[in-house]
Nanobody, 115 residues
Framework: QVQLVESGGGLVQPGGSLRLSCAASGSIFNVYTMGWYRQAPGKARDLVAVITTGGTTIYADSVKGRFTCSKDNAKNTMYLQMNSLQPEDTAVYYC?????????WGQGTQVTVSS
């Protein structure tokens, strides 16, 4: 069983930055593809960024150039650096770990972008 714990959410003004963290319960980054997803009220959960076991990153078009996903294998922690935040980035952000037949989610962390 993999446990994922997100942190780092909060309230930020438009144009501001936040860094989210996802702490995993063990050394899973070499076998699980990791990702960040977000869900705004009344909307579906959407992909934000994925980082593969080899470190390749893929981003949603809406966040390209503003968000950076990275991971620290030694700390079993994945990060999402979010810059130039806009009100439309407001959502609950979820950490995900997946491999064939396995799919785990964190509890989510709220990000609110508002003046």
């Amino acid at each position: 069983q993999v446990q994922l714990v997100e942190s780092g959410g909060g309230l930020v003004q438009p144009g501001g930055s936040l860094r989210l963290s996802c702490a995993a319960s063990g050394s899973i980054f070499n076998v699980y593809t990791m990702g960040w997803y977000r869900q705004a009220p009344g909307k579906a959960r959407d992909l934000v960024a994925v980082i593969t076991t080899g470190g390749t990153t893929i981003y949603a078009d809406s966040v390209k150039g503003r968000f950076t996903c990275s991971k620290d294998n030694a700390k079993n922690t994945m990060y999402l650096q979010m810059n130039s935040l806009q009100p439309e980035d407001t959502a609950v952000y979820y950490c995900n770990a997946r491999k064939p037949s396995y799919n785990y989610w964190g509890q989510g962390t709220q990000v609110t972008v508002s003046s």
